[in-house]
Nanobody, 126 residues
Framework: QVQLVESGGGLVQAGGSLRLSCAAS????????MGWFRQAPGKEREFVAA????????YYADSMKGRFTISRDNAKNTVYLQMNSLKPEDTAVYYC???????????????????WGQGTQVTVSS
């Protein structure tokens, strides 16, 4: 089993930045696809960004392009989400996810991911 643990969330003012981390442990596997999702109160979980094992390919939701950057350090089994120019509407619980299927196909679909973290709260004040 793979465990994913997110960290780095918190309270930040609009326009500020945060960097989230997701550490994988347990029966980690190579050549995986890692993603970030978020869920605001009363809303469905939505895709944020995804990155392939090699880091050569990334994919972002339109509203995050130019503001968020996903990266990974495979030696540390960790994926990151750098969030800049944060807006109040970015307030949500952010979840890390991983899947065995490593190709950047349908990365936005929740049910294609095999493992999920417990989430970290990000709150952006106006």
């Amino acid at each position: 089993q793979v465990q994913l643990v997110e960290s780095g969330g918190g309270l930040v003012q609009a326009g500020g930045s945060l960097r989230l981390s997701c550490a994988a442990s347990g029966r980690t596997f190579s050549d995986n696809l890692m993603g970030w999702f978020r869920q605001a109160p009363g809303k469905e979980r939505e895709f944020v960004a995804a990155i392939t094992w090699s880091s050569l390919s990334t994919y972002y939701a339109d509203s995050m392009k130019g503001r968020f950057t996903i990266s990974r350090d495979n030696a540390k089994n960790t994926v990151y989400l750098q969030m800049n120019s944060l807006k109040p509407e970015d307030t949500a619980v952010y979840y890390c996810a991983a899947r065995h299927y490593s190709q950047l196909v349908r990365p936005t679909e929740i049910n294609t991911y095999d493992y999920w973290g417990q989430g970290t709260q990000v709150t952006v004040s106006s």
